[in-house]
């Protein structure tokens, strides 16, 4: 599973996360998360654009990480859910947690506002 990394702007993150996200994957982007975080690096947008399915303990890790985002300030938006994708971030209430955007630019902009 490929987690690609970019910056469109100075003080926002973008990781670009493709295939499908089991435990397994989902440990390898709360790695990337954590060396962020390390480097302060708490303002981050995942681009699920190519994610076709997350199981539930990458839900799980998911929040966990926007939980510690937050507690320093940051934040962290998802962008691109596929239907399937979105359909379980509703029927498991994490869409009410975590801030979802059709595209990153509205998802840049939401920081802008915070």
Known sequence: MPVTL??????????????DINALDMVRVKNRLDRLIRKNHTRII???????????????ILIERLRQMRALDGDLKLVGLNGYVLKLFKKTGVNKLIDIYDDT??????????
Do not use: E, W
């Open 105 to 114: 630019v509205d998802a840049l902009r939401s920081f802008d506002n915070t």
């Open 6 to 19: 970019f910056s469109p702007q100075q003080d926002v993150d973008v990781l670009d996360v493709a295939g």
């Open 46 to 60: 995942l681009h699920f654009k190519n994610i076709k399915h997350i199981d539930f303990i990458g839900l799980g």
